[in-house]
């Protein structure tokens, strides 16, 4: 969908492939420069030389241009960059008073799960785990909680749920909750989700939104600027100081030029992937909501536009020990953790999250890259016929 911008309206891979705003009227480069000053001058009368420049933790043009960009694809009002994903929850999370609750959706990104039950049980803040995708539960939970914040992730990682945006933001306007969505498996061009009731969208752009795993950052963008909780994540951006710098600022403006072309290829890529993976007589399932069987497709057609994302989840027809020769055995599929690259991994969750975690033991988490579609298809087929 085309976005207006001072340029005009133009889509979203054209505002992308310009880096946002274009060329530097003043010099006329294309790109722009790394600013790496963190302190500017006042002339003789004590007024700063550039009102918009005092001290590079909250005024580095870089920044301004990235933020701008991504609150423009977001369809939202302003955006704010930091340090790292996680530093990005912190932030929201930190909206909540002590002696409130923030409930949060069960089954996602364990490092948030991780973090807020740390950060709650740290500062009297209730914390309620619950799956959204269960609406009457969820409309239930809330009317008796009454959150300050609901946190979701569209698609939930690693069971890959798609929530209904619409259907869990309408109980939360009604009892006062403001709504943030992780969308990082998404990425903006799939999933906007200020447009669908959300109050605010977060983002590891450590993940697609750089896309080449080589610089961490987050994201978090409103729909309204001149709400309390975004002044308070402004604040605590400026104040906390979890800033991004300014090196790893211009690597992601560049990795945003290529978004468009990596998101369709990738999109492509994991849809053919999954149909190919499920119709394998050593998978049990895909977890992915571009299969028409998938019980979150009607869901993700609704929400998501261009693709379903390049995040998908897949159980083995076979024991732990199977699922980890399989592991093994890949050779283009890297085994790390993350997600989003233009280079596909894969990864055992339950070694990760832990025997408490819930997370099967035949579970592999795939992030589907750029590669040539066949060599992905045939890697996969040459490990799996290992067990
Ligand atoms: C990676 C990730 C995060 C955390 O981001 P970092 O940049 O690693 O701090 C949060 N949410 C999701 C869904 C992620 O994948």
Known sequence: MPETTRKGVLHADTLLAHGGSGHDPATGAVVPPVQTATTFVRDEAYNLISPAHLYSRDDNDLYRKVEALIATLEQGEDSRLFASGMAAVAAVARTVKPGGTLMVQSGIYWGTTAFLRDHCTHTGIALIETDVTDLTTFAEEIAIAKPDLVWIEVPSNPYI?????????????????????????????????????????????????????????????????????????????????????????????????????????????????????????????????????????????????????????????????????????????????????????????????????????????????IEHIDDLKADFDQALGTI
């Open 161 to 369: 749920k798609v929530a209904d945006i619409p259907a869990v933001s309408a109980p939360c306007r009604e009892h006062g909750a403001l709504l943030c969505v992780d969308a990082t498996a998404a990425t903006p061009l799939v999933l906007k989700p200020l447009t669908l009731g959300a109050d605010l969208v977060m983002h590891s752009a450590t993940k697609a939104i750089n896309g080449h795993s080589d610089i961490l950052g987050g994201v978090v963008s409103t729909r309204d600027k001149g709400s309390a909780a975004w002044a308070y994540i402004c604040a605590e951006r400026k104040m906390a100081g979890a800033v991004m710098g300014s090196f790893e600022a211009w690597l992601l403006l560049r990795g945003l030029r290529t978004l468009g072309l990596r998101v369709e290829r990738m999109n492509a890529n994991a849809i053919a992937l999954a149909e190919h993976l499920n119709q394998h007589p050593k998978i049990d399932r895909v977890l992915f909501p571009g299969l028409e069987t998938d019980p979150y497709h009607d869901q993700a057609v609704a929400q998501m536009t261009g693709g379903f994302g390049s995040l998908m989840s897949v159980l083995i027809a076979g024991s732990r020990a199977d699922t980890l020769r399989v592991t093994g055995a890949l050779k283009l599929f890297q085994r790390a953790t993350s997600l989003g690259g233009v280079e596909s991994l894969v990864e055992h969750r339950h070694t990760i999250e832990g025997d408490t975690s819930g997370v099967p033991e035949n579970l592999l988490r795939l992030s589907v890259g």
